[in-house]
């Protein structure tokens, strides 16, 4: 049986995971398999609720609950369901609501790199990518054009983040991902030791005098590779270039030296998927 509680006290508690808590908070850094996060949309939800999370409630417009959020309640019966009209649940979460349906989810602890990359052969890594459109794209991307897994540095933007799940589509919760190190010093010569140690060959995506082109053979050969993408603005850091086997262009025309880093990773992924 749905359960429906008409939002009347802003102050309730159980409100705090929408109206209060910053992401970080969700997330409890110190115990992230305590934490928690919000899944926007009923497709991300579905693709959340498939992949095994499990969810803590949700908050939704009156509207949806018969209509398009029908089919997640179906499958989450007893869940509290906090509902209101949209304009009330604008003031109360503080920015508009995509399709007017949220989620909080209970995280889980992540697998291992070994885990993720035991049958892989081509995975995405992030260094340092902190705009969560990007993170969300780039997961997407990485789903639709043949990446295995993606792997995230301890700088970079957290996936489950509200917007970045939101806009990867729910892929986050299709493709396998996990951090590579504990903290930011795991990163780059042990993260790439890591993957080298693993079979992979590592390609950074970077312009420099020793950049190969994106079609070059022998990327497309290699049996095992990484691609590594760097943070917006800045790229790459010098000693991942450094330390990567291969550092990686995309040819560009009417003087265009660089794209963002979503629309790079599509054009790396499509061209550098295993043959």
């Not at 990007?134 to 639709?144: E, L, P, W």
């Amino acid at each position: 049986m749905t359960n429906i509680i008409e939002i009347t006290d802003f102050s309730q508690p159980e409100l705090d995971i929408y109206a209060r808590l910053t992401e970080s908070q969700l997330r409890n850094r110190k115990e992230p398999e305590k934490g928690l996060f919000i899944a926007e949309s009923p497709k991300v939800i579905r693709r959340a609720l498939d992949a095994g999370f499990e969810p803590v409630s949700f908050l939704m417009e009156r509207r949806h609950i018969d209509g398009q959020a029908r089919e997640v309640l179906e499958r989450c019966k007893g869940v509290p369901v906090y509902t209101a009209d949209r304009d009330i649940l604008e003031k109360l979460t503080g920015y508009q609501l995509t399709r007017g349906v949220l989620c909080a989810m209970r995280r889980r602890k992540l697998p291992t790199v070994e885990e993720v990359c035991s049958s892989a052969r081509r995975v995405a890594v992030l260094e340092g990518i902190v705009d969560a459109t990007n993170v969300g794209a780039i997961f997407r991307s990485a789903a639709a054009l043949h990446m295995d897994a993606v792997l995230i540095t301890p700088t970079c933007c957290d996936p489950l983040i509200r917007r970045a799940a939101r806009v990867s589509m729910g892929t986050v919760f299709q493709i396998p991902w996990t951090v590579i190190g504990d903290s930011p010093a795991d990163w780059p010569q042990p993260g790439i030791r890591k993957l080298q140690d693993l079979g992979f060959k590592t390609a950074a995506m970077a312009l420099s005098n020793e950049s190969v082109p994106i079609d070059d053979p022998r990327l497309g050969a290699e049996n095992k590779l990484a691609i590594v993408l760097g943070t917006e603005g800045d790229g790459l850091s010098e000693s991942t270039i450094a330390d990567c086997d291969y550092t990686v262009l995309i040819p560009m025309s009417h003087e265009v030296d660089s794209l963002n880093v979503a629309a790079a990773s599509a054009v790396a992924f499509w061209q550098l998927k295993a043959r």
